[in-house]
């Protein structure tokens, strides 16, 4: 049950599958959803995450994931990637440099009624594409 305050969070840092399929079981559960900001961004549909297991990061955009500390998989990389560096900040990498279990792509989660609502899909999506022209997510 909710208290009909929020309908949306948006993120676009990184965070791993561990902080957020618990998230997306419960939230698809009771009819809501979670998905990547990627994606939703470009099309305002919902993508999930994928939480197979696997050697190398599936959910890898070479022209999205930016490389951090956190996301990174190798020691070296976690050395070599400094806060502030790279171009505004920001460090494109390969897909062997990213672990395999990081969310590289934001999120979006939707409580239950809006969800399901043409019409606040649609209000979110629009809010996200106004914000994004101003500061442009980093998909950390």
Known sequence: MHEGKGSAYIQDRGVS?????????ILEAHGG???KLTSFARTGTIESYTYLRS?????????????TAYNCCKDKD????????????LVKGTL???AP??????????????????????????????SSAVAPPSYD
């Open 33 to 35: 959803c979670l998905g």
């Open 17 to 25: 599958r561990w902080d957020t399929a618990a998230a997306q079981a």
């Open 96 to 98: 062997d440099q990213f």
């Open 78 to 89: 976690k050395n070599s990637v400094k806060k502030g560096s790279g171009m505004n900040g």
């Open 55 to 67: 050697e190398t990061n599936r959910d890898f955009e070479s022209d999205m994931s930016n490389l």
């Open 101 to 130: 279990y990081s969310n590289l792509c934001g999120l979006v989660a939707l409580r239950d009624d809006h969800a399901s609502n043409p019409a606040h899909l649609r209000a979110v999506y629009e809010s996200i594409q106004r």
